[in-house]
């Protein structure tokens, strides 16, 4: 059961600008929301989280947006640079149970 | 380096043999986590410990998986009789008990079953 899915497989951005990795859930339920990020041969590495009493949660250049009526959040990372490059997985839970991941975006960012 | 160990990090296995994988947390988190990554996919969750009760089963777990935490430290994930649909990166995270915690995760054991 697809409860997060993270509809783009890749994303492409030029360094300095900005990226905008998006991911939709289905369950009303989430209440904790985290961004995660892989490099090959590693696992997920935590990067930012946003509980759903917030709609927005600011980290040096990564920002992550919630909108709980249109069960959506976003992950926005200004200014995008080289080693930025990664897949990125959207995550949520409720009650402190167990993680539900999406299917990752890919970024690549270009020098 | 304090983080999540996982051992082995690649096993290759004949198909209908037993594996055995371990995983040890951060010393301080009490929960402990198994997912299972295949290509093009996000961790797909297992099963979950607090301390050395396992709380959760996915109900994707047959019953060849068995996972244990005999003292509320190391964990170990078995898979008995394998099959090639196991082959997969099995990750392990852990975290601590309280409210919003995120997970912590290993570099994982990469499986092939052959």
């Known amino acids: 059961d697809q409860q997060v899915k993270q509809n783009s497989p890749s994303l492409s951005v030029q360094e300095g600008r900005i990226s905008i990795l998006n991911c939709d859930y289905t369950n009303s339920m989430f209440d904790y929301f985290l961004w995660y990020k892989k490099y090959p041969a590693e696992g997920p590495t935590f990067l930012i989280s946003i509980s759903s009493i917030k709609d927005k949660n600011e980290d040096g250049r990564f920002t992550v947006f919630l909108n709980k009526s249109a069960k959506h959040l976003s992950l926005h990372i200004v200014p995008s640079q080289p080693g930025d490059s990664a897949v990125y997985f959207c995550a949520a839970s409720y009650n402190n149970n167990d993680m539900r991941f999406g299917a990752g975006t890919r970024l690549t960012v270009k020098p | 380096d304090t983080g999540v160990s996982q051992d082995p990090r690649h096993k290759i296995t004949k198909r209908g043999q037993n594996v055995t994988f371990r995983c040890d947390p951060i010393?301080?988190?009490?929960?402990l986590y198994w997912y299972r990554q295949t290509l093009g996919q996000g961790p797909e969750f297992l099963t979950y410990f607090q301390n050395e009760a396992q709380l959760e089963k996915s109900r994707l777990l047959s019953d060849r998986f068995s996972a244990e935490r005999p003292k509320g430290s190391f964990s170990t994930l078995e898979i008995q009789r394998t099959e090639q649909g196991d082959s997969a990166m099995y990750l392990c995270?852990?975290?601590?008990?309280?409210?919003?915690?995120?997970?912590?995760f290993g570099n994982g054991t990469r499986l092939t079953v052959t």
């Open positions: 010393s301080e988190h009490n929960r």
């Open positions: 995270a852990s975290s601590y008990q309280g409210i919003h915690s995120p997970l912590h």
